[in-house]
């Protein structure tokens, strides 16, 4: 099976710009987080989708924003881009969870967004 | 707020000797704790994983012990290997129905293991 896949893996844009990051989670899983991984830190949430509905929301501008599609695919978008949003924007899938439990979480090789 | 801090940043060891990590949380709702193990230009892997009806569990060299009274977690790795150098993340994630299952992550921890 095909683990969580990303697209672009890498990219360069400029200030002000947007950007479009695309994610297919492994399949059968209808929970898909997206993460952003400044270089030397730790990964931190962005949103969670599930069944095409947002669950959660980190502590991002409203610049970011993201959809899950029928087919559990997602997008993070990106609009007007600063120096500091480059990083590795990372995906995670995981399966349907159980009330109150937290499943485990299988990341993709993430996008590479550097913004000059 | 909820956080996680870990310690320590940067760790070296002889091959053979054994590491610990250790993360504090500080969201007492938390419920679950993965260690995940990224190498360079890689994804994060999880290595093991706890949750907090448990408070210890092995799996082969690798261990996690949880004390939730002192919102403690420690990611234990004994016979290091050359092959265990990476970037280790703790993390947390607070216990909430409907399908959320938010993680936070620690900043990392180097682990270099030397021939």
């Known amino acids: 099976d095909a683990g969580v896949t990303q697209s672009p893996t890498h990219l360069i844009k400029t200030r002000g710009q947007h950007v479009t990051l695309r994610c297919s989670p492994i399949?059968?899983?209808?929970?898909v987080s997206w993460y952003q991984q400044v270089l030397g830190q730790g990964p931190q949430f962005i949103f969670q989708?599930?069944?095409?509905?947002?669950?959660g929301r980190g502590n991002f501008p409203d610049r970011f924003s993201a959809r899950q599609f029928p087919n559990y695919s997602s997008e993070l978008n990106v609009n007007a881009l600063l120096l500091g949003d480059s990083a590795l924007y990372l995906c995670?899938?995981?399966?349907?969870?159980?009330?109150?439990?937290?499943?485990?979480?299988?990341f993709g090789e993430g996008s590479r967004l550097t913004v000059l | 707020g909820e956080n996680v801090e870990q310690h320590p940043s940067t760790l070296s060891v002889q091959e053979g000797d054994s590491a610990v990590i250790k993360c504090t949380y500080s969201?007492?709702?938390?419920?679950?704790f993965p260690w995940y193990k990224q190498e360079l230009g890689k994804r994060p892997q999880l290595i093991i994983d706890?949750?907090?009806?448990?408070g210890e569990k092995k799996d082969q060299r690798i261990a996690v012990t949880l004390n939730k009274t002192a919102k403690h977690f420690s990611l234990h790795i004994t016979e290091t290997q050359p092959e265990d150098s990476a970037v280790y993340f703790c993390?947390?994630?607070?216990?909430?129905?409907?399908?959320?299952?938010?993680?936070?992550f620690g900043a990392g921890t180097r682990l270099a293991v030397h021939p």
């Open positions: 969201d007492s709702a938390s419920n679950y």
């Open positions: 706890i949750r907090s009806n448990v």
């Open positions: 989708y599930y069944e095409k509905e947002e669950r």
């Open positions: 399949s059968g899983h209808k929970s």
């Open positions: 993390a947390a994630s607070p216990m909430f129905s409907g399908g959320y299952n938010k993680l936070i």
């Open positions: 995670a899938s995981s399966l349907a969870l159980a009330r109150g439990l937290t499943g485990e979480l299988f």
